[in-house]
């Protein structure tokens, strides 16, 4: 099922504005006068909870200081290893997905047939076997083909885990991407694509100023549902080598034997980042579904 | 005579096993109106959608602007001198009003931005919604929505016009406005083929109407002849079906 088909179609700006005749709804400039109900300016309750959890970790870090301080310090490059790795990834999956989709839409047979080979292939492993794919099989793969090619660059390929945990996270996530921008672009009515077709645009130009722009706007959402996804399965490539934040929490537990304040404040570290990027992400909608762009 | 703009030569189009054009032939002369009717299903938007390769026929001759449409390698060049104008409107629903009439203008005829600002302008002063031009679609009314949407078609100097039922999503009230737009264009000069059962414009405006029902051509001629003596048995049913409403 398509997470799609909870959104409106084309919510398009303006969408609250009432019909003629239909009572009408205080408009921002006129609750804007009342004291306190101004909604441009009020913050999103629920930033409470990012700015609670922030709080209880830095009173654990300041009063508990033993471990958590400790812990804290241990596992702060594996912080910045997670964000970095999301934010990386991200990207590309957002490339990959934007490719995917016009090729799972595309007429052409050849160029349909390979992306939704790509995406039944991918969505049907799980993410885990393939990170372990990418880091352990994947660089023989490449050794073999190079020693049977002579190219001694390829035969002499060492594994780069970081590098391989950011191919296996992009393919994956690329896969469920494309499904998301294929059936974002599949709720623009068709319509669309007809009049601009009819004013002279070709299909890309089309699709880069018609579609696409409508298209975005409805799959923020669940875009946006797929990059915290995507943060909290970047805990997974801590079993191929990479030095996350789960594999440092693991590693300082190996040492001090104190799983309950070790996951404990893993957990809550990972919390913050999921909760300030659905904060941002909810911010981002409310001004892409309001006004213009 | 001169060439006609549009040459529709026995052409046939089908959905599986919908046979929506079953040999049509129509010649249109620059400055014709010509006004399409005929049942539900009779192929009257297939027709149009055929004019500018929305739809591709199967047989049969097209040449549009003196383009042969079967094969044309630039389908574009085609579609930029027809302006085509749908019953839903279809306009951009992320764009203001007049990003909506300016678009197309850069993207496809590469006016410069401010060039296209101003014939944008005025061609809103035209169809009467100068005052509208930083607006959404959604906050227009139906007529407001259409209006903009022929002002769109027009902002690209199409020498054809395509209506495919205009005015028939729109509230009694705003049909006229719509109308009057059309009549105005069509005391121009401007060449256009419009599908409509709003009879009064084609007695208004049409030089010839055309009755299609399955697929084919059952009769035409001027709009009064066409609609006081039908020569057709068909054309009278249908006709006096039309105008009970
Ligand atoms: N994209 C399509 N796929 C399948 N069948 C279609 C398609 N477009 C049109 N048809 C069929 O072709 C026939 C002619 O349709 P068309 O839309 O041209 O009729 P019309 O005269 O415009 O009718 P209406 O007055 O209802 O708009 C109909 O039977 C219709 O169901
Ligand atoms: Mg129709």
Redesign the interface.
């Known amino acids: 099922m398509s997470p799609l088909g909870l959104f409106k179609k084309?919510g398009?700006?303006?969408?609250r504005?009432p019909a003629?005749g239909e009572d009408p709804v205080p408009t921002r400039e006129e609750l804007g006068r009342v004291p306190g109900a101004d909604l441009g300016y009020r913050l999103d309750p629920w930033w409470w909870l990012v700015v609670a959890i922030t709080g209880l970790v830095i009173a654990l870090i300041v009063w508990r200081a033993d471990p958590f301080l400790d812990i804290f310090l241990f596992v702060r490059d594996g912080v910045v290893v997670t964000i970095v790795l999301t934010l990386s990834s991200f990207g590309l999956i957002l490339i990959v997905g934007l490719l995917g989709g016009l090729g799972r839409i595309a007429r052409n047979p050849v160029v349909h047939f390979v992306a939704s080979l790509y995406v039944e292939i991918v969505r049907g492993i799980p993410l885990l076997v393939q990170l372990i794919w990418w880091y352990f099989a994947a660089p023989v793969v490449i050794q073999a083909v190079g020693t049977a090619l002579h190219i001694s660059a390829l035969a002499e390929y060492r594994a780069n885990a970081i590098l391989l945990a950011i191919i296996g996270l992009v393919v994956c996530y690329g896969a469920y991407m494309s499904e998301i921008f294929r059936a974002g672009i599949l709720s623009i009515?068709r319509?669309?694509m007809?009049?601009?077709?009819?004013?002279?645009?070709?299909y890309f130009?089309a699709m880069r100023?018609?579609i696409l722009?409508?298209a975005m706007?409805v799959v923020l959402p669940p875009v946006g549902n797929e990059f915290i996804m995507l943060m909290k399965d970047t805990s997974l490539v801590s079993v191929v080598a990479v030095a996350d934040l789960t594999r440092r929490g693991r590693e300082f537990m190996a040492v001090h034997f104190n799983p309950i304040e070790v996951w404990t404040l893993v957990a809550l570290l990972y919390l913050i980042m999921t909760l300030f990027s659905a904060r941002f992400i909810a911010w981002l909608e409310k001004r892409r579904g309001v006004g213009?762009? | 005579m001169a060439e006609p703009i549009i040459h529709i030569e026995n052409i046939h189009k089908s959905f599986g096993h919908i046979h929506a054009l079953r040999g049509v032939s129509l010649d249109v002369e620059v400055g014709e109106v010509v006004v399409i009717f005929g049942p539900s299903g009779s192929g009257k938007s297939t027709l149009l959608r055929c004019i500018n390769h929305l739809e591709v026929h199967e047989s049969g001759l097209l040449v549009v602007h003196g383009i042969h449409l079967k094969g044309a390698r630039d389908i574009n060049a085609v579609r930029r001198e027809v302006g085509m104008v749908f019953q839903s409107f279809n306009l951009f629903g992320h764009l203001t009003v007049m990003d909506n009439l300016t678009l197309a203008q850069w993207v496809v005829r590469k006016r410069p931005k401010a060039e296209a600002r101003e014939t944008a302008l005025a061609l809103l002063a035209k169809v009467g919604i100068s005052e509208k031009a930083d607006c959404y679609p959604s906050e227009l009314s139906g007529g407001q929505q259409q209006r903009v949407a022929i002002a769109r078609a027009l902002a690209m100097n199409p020498s054809i016009m395509l209506f495919d039922e205009p005015t028939s999503a729109l509230d009694p009230e705003m049909i006229k406005e719509v109308l009057d737009v059309m009549q105005t264009l069509a005391r121009e000069g401007k060449t256009m083929v419009v599908v409509s059962h709003e009879m009064g414009f084609a007695r208004a405006a049409a030089s010839r109407c055309i009755f299609m029902d399955e697929g084919q051509i059952v009769e035409e001629g001027p709009p009064d002849r066409l609609f006081s003596a039908p020569e057709k048995e068909r054309t009278r049913t249908f006709l006096s079906k039309v105008l009970q409403l």
């Open positions: 084309t398009g700006p303006g969408a504005r003629p009515h319509g669309q007809e009049a601009a077709r009819s004013l002279g645009m070709n130009q100023y018609v722009p409508q706007r213009s762009s």
